[in-house]
């Protein structure tokens, strides 16, 4: 079956701009969580979304957002882009179920300039 | 959740079976072991997860200690393409989706 899809693989945003991510799951899969990795911070929890509802949310400011559709895919949003949100930006996506395991994306880069 | 605590690097020859150890000494009753990777400029990869039992698949096997303070997970024979990063997380079954990923082992096969 087919994996987890992101787009845009790149893009390059200029400081104060806003971007928008989207993932597809992988079909059946009702859990789309998003991270971000950098080189000095590694690989951090955004948020994560269950049947359109958030369910988790790590530690980031609230210029980053994301959402989630009744088909189960997903968007996220950074707002007035700041020069270190340049990161990998990954989605996984996961059946929600108790033990069910991360499948993820290859992510999106984001270069802020 | 717990913390876990591995090796920074290591390198294994290729063949040869890759010992990945990861300690856990606070873990509780109800939380599980997993194991992700990551190859340079790709997402995580699922390796394998485990409660109390050891687990094999067809990728590895993961050996949990008696206490469950500690676990090794084995690549029976690594080849190159198994360099990468290896992930030990420890998760309360539920959601799996806020997985706290730590500095992982950067393991170097070698041939």
């Known amino acids: 079956k087919a994996g987890v899809t992101q787009t845009p693989r790149y893009l390059i945003k200029t400081r104060g701009q806003q971007v928008t991510l989207s993932c597809s799951p992988i079909?059946?899969?009702?859990?789309v969580s998003w991270y971000q990795q950098t080189p000095g911070q590694g690989l951090q929890f955004l948020f994560e979304?269950?049947?359109?509802?958030?369910?988790n949310k790590g530690n980031f400011p609230g210029r980053f957002s994301g959402r989630q559709f009744s088909n189960s895919r997903s968007e996220m949003n950074v707002s007035t882009l700041e020069l270190g949100d340049s990161a990998l930006y990954l989605c996984?996506?996961?059946?929600?179920?108790?033990?069910?395991?991360?499948?993820f994306g290859e992510g999106s880069r984001l270069t802020v300039l | 959740d717990a913390k876990t605590t591995q090796p920074t690097s290591m390198d294994c020859a290729e063949g040869r079976a890759a010992n990945l150890p990861c300690n856990h000494s606070?873990?509780?009753?109800?939380?599980?072991v997993y194991w992700y990777r990551q190859i340079h400029s790709q997402g995580p990869q699922y390796i394998i997860h485990?409660?109390?039992n050891n687990e094999t698949n067809e990728m590895a096997s993961l050996i949990i200690t008696e206490d469950r303070k500690s676990s090794t997970l084995i690549l029976p024979h690594a080849t190159l393409r198994d360099t990468a990063v290896y992930y030990c997380?420890?998760?309360?079954?539920?959601?799996?989706?806020?997985?706290?990923f730590g500095k992982g082992t950067k393991l170097s096969v070698k041939p």
């Open positions: 979304y269950f049947s359109e509802t958030q369910r």
């Open positions: 485990g409660l109390k």
């Open positions: 996984a996506s996961s059946s929600g179920q108790v033990t069910g395991e991360l499948f």
């Open positions: 606070t873990i509780s009753g109800n939380e599980y």
């Open positions: 997380i420890v998760r309360v079954g539920g959601s799996q989706g806020n997985l706290i």
């Open positions: 079909s059946g899969h009702r859990s």
